[in-house]
């Protein structure tokens, strides 16, 4: 009879008359575990022996209530708010998807959950109804890069692409429709009422812009001004002619005031919170005009957690109350809330998975593995082949350059930057390694000798505003083959420099944004290159082209010089054998591509032909530059992930009902 209760009382429609706590459900049940007696049967007789099954019963009604107990947590999301009660509930639930790298973003109406996962077929988003315990893909969102973000509405979500495309979906059905163009990595959006969507997009100055909600052209945001720090995060006031947006690097900045009524001049310079990357604003269910900022105060310039603050803030005055209260230690950027007092936020995602650098030759056999496990992108081979340059992704999410000795097994930290040090190019003679990092805070070119000795130098300061990384060194010294970071849809340029390695002059535009990446000059005569190799998917599928190179023209190849498509069947990041006859490339499948290069000063190539398929899943394959091949072809790099099958660990959720009541403490 008690459990009979117990379940007609999770079940009550009203919240005042349904369960308030699992506690209350344990002890119940413990009751009836132990055999202690009903109080509504005191006094009749003793009833005789219980049946197996009737023992066992109780165990499963446990789960049954517990997951009733858990769902309850998200119906909250959906009642209207009301006056926070004295109690305040912590406890853990697992990820809806292992596989999730991010918490996602939770639907205004708090009906529908959308993360990003690693699962199936590369990266892409996943739907999950609150009701219901499945997630699903949404086809149409593959190449996903950072969270979404929801229209009032709940009807749609916009997110990001790795290709530099800003797209948008109707969440009940329909095909990703492209908004516009922007950075492969846009951080935090919201629509305003006149019908337009506001999208942080910290690759493209001024990192703050604006697009029709319908698609069209984006344009920055009025009144912000080119030359800021980066611009990112922005979230809207309830007045709707306000917002929040971030002003700093990526991992540490200060949190301003912006209007949507500013047609001409600038944004407000208003500071509200110094230190920290995303705030939220959150309505008081006391008071309408004066609800809570929520926002995460890192303790380092480069910390992935901090705590979790929550200060109150005067709509009308359009300022912050009195002090900050802390809610939660050890708390992400990425945290959901609802408006009925439920806060949720990852307690921890496990690390990246890490990848093996592992060394194949032609026919595919796994010479030997290189350094230990790690998070590794952008592999480049020394010119004689005996060592690797790869970036590597530390705990603390920065990224800094690591060098693996192929000879003697032994890995070492090449620079320390407290920010992203990225895409490692050695020069010719392998007595100077170039490299993008955004230390100044928008990507430049800089340059370090490959012994370790010296100090960073500054090869190239960027003014095209959208920062810089190398791409791949001219056999003679003289050209960097340099492009907008990141790289996907970008636009590309040839570098000169002098004898020092610094740039002699301003660089030559080579392709327009979107024609060309993944740029890499041939070996030529003297070390002069005669052609590059490059990835382009303006046929609507990336391929492989090359197209010649010439120092005298303003364009960097010749008039008319033409362009010939090596692949046949897609292809990515080419890679030349130092003998000028061989080309390589990733076919779509993983599989590396061998094409024959003839012919005296015009270009000829063979029919591809596969060589192999590195045994194992490749460690980010929707990265560029993710492998290399030796300069003389017989050996292949790349960063393998775990086996399949692997069981991954899930990450899991702290959820804290009526949070706001820590604010009375």
């Not at 009751?31 to 003793?46: K, T």
Request: with cysteine; aromatic share 10%; charged share 20%.
């Amino acid at each position: 009879m008690r459990v009979r209760v117990l379940l007609q009382r999770c079940l009550q429609k009203e919240p005042k008359e349904r369960l308030q706590a699992i506690g209350d459900a344990r002890i119940a049940l413990n009751e009836v575990l132990s055999g202690a007696p009903d109080l509504a049967l005191v006094g009749r007789a003793e009833a005789p022996a219980v049946a197996l099954w009737r023992r066992a019963l109780p165990w499963a009604l446990f789960g049954m209530v517990t997951s009733v107990a858990l769902a309850l947590v998200f119906v909250r999301f959906r009642e209207k708010p009301h006056a926070p009660a004295e109690f305040v509930q912590r406890f853990e639930i697992p990820t809806p998807d292992p596989s999730a790298d991010s918490v996602g973003a939770l639907s205004p109406d708090g009906m529908r959950w959308v993360l990003r996962s690693t699962a199936g077929n590369g990266p892409r988003l996943w739907l999950r109804r609150m009701d219901s315990s499945e997630a699903h893909p949404l086809a149409g969102t593959e190449s996903a890069t950072e969270p979404p973000f929801w229209s009032p509405d709940s009807r749609f979500i916009a997110f990001s692409t790795h290709d530099g495309k800003l797209k948008k979906m109707d969440i009940e059905g329909g095909p990703a429709q492209v908004l516009c163009d922007s950075g492969a990595y846009v951080r935090g959006g919201f629509w305003t009422l006149d019908g337009k969507i506001i999208f942080g997009d910290p690759d493209r100055p001024p990192g703050l812009w604006e697009v029709p909600a319908a698609g069209g052209v984006s344009s920055p945001l009025p009144g912000v001004e080119h030359g800021n720090p980066l611009l990112y995060s922005p979230a809207p006031l309830p007045d709707g002619r306000h917002f929040l947006y971030v002003s700093g690097r990526p991992t540490n900045g200060d949190l301003y005031l912006g209007s949507l009524d500013n047609k001409a001049g600038k944004q407000s310079s208003k500071k509200l919170i110094t230190g920290t990357v995303r705030a939220v604003h959150v309505p008081s269910p006391e008071d309408p005009d004066l609800g809570y900022l929520l926002f995460v105060r890192g303790t380092g310039s480069n910390a992935l957690t901090g705590t979790l603050m929550a200060q109150r803030f005067d709509l009308r005055k359009l300022e912050l109350v009195g002090e900050p209260t802390a809610i939660a230690e050890q708390v992400s950027a990425e945290f959901l809330v609802s408006l009925t007092g439920t806060l949720i936020y990852p307690s921890g995602f496990p690390a990246a998975a890490n990848g093996q650098l592992t060394l194949f030759d032609r026919q595919g056999k796994v010479v030997e593995t290189v350094g230990q496990p790690g998070d590794y992108l952008f592999i480049a081979f020394f010119p004689d082949g005996k060592r690797v340059a790869a970036t590597r992704e530390s705990e603390s999410g920065n990224m800094n350059l690591w060098m693996m000795d192929l000879a003697r097994g032994t890995s070492t930290r090449f620079t320390f930057s407290s920010q992203h040090d990225v895409h490692a190019v050695w020069s010719p003679d392998g007595n100077r390694v170039a490299f993008g990092s955004n230390r100044l805070g928008t990507y430049h070119l800089f340059q370090k000798l490959s012994n370790g000795g010296g100090n960073d130098e500054l090869l190239f300061k960027s003014d095209q505003g959208a920062g810089e990384a190398p791409l791949s060194w001219s056999g003679d010294g003289r050209f960097l083959l340099i492009g907008e970071n990141p790289i996907a849809a970008a636009t590309n340029w040839v570098l000169p420099l002098d004898k020092d390695a610094h740039a002699a002059g301003k660089p030559l535009l080579f392709a327009q944004k979107g024609l060309g990446i993944e740029l890499i000059f041939s070996p030529g005569p003297q070390g002069r290159p005669l052609w590059v190799a490059y990835t382009s998917n303006e046929s609507c599928r990336y391929e492989i082209y090359v197209r010649p190179f010439d120092a005298n023209s303003p364009i960097g190849t010749p008039l008319g010089g033409g362009k010939w498509q090596v692949s046949t069947q897609g292809g990515l990041s080419p890679r030349w054998n130092s003998n000028g006859k061989e080309l390589f490339y990733v076919a779509p499948d993983g599989t590396v591509m061998s094409v024959e290069v003839t012919g005296n000063g015009v270009f000829r190539c063979g029919i591809p032909k596969p060589l192999f398929t590195p045994k194992g899943p490749v460690h980010h394959p929707d990265n560029y530059f993710s492998w290399d091949a030796s300069s003389d072809g017989k050996k292949f790099i790349f960063a393998v992930s775990p086996p399949a099958g692997t069981p991954a660990q899930p990450a899991r959720f702290t959820v804290v009902l009526n949070w706001p009541s820590l604010l009375k403490k």
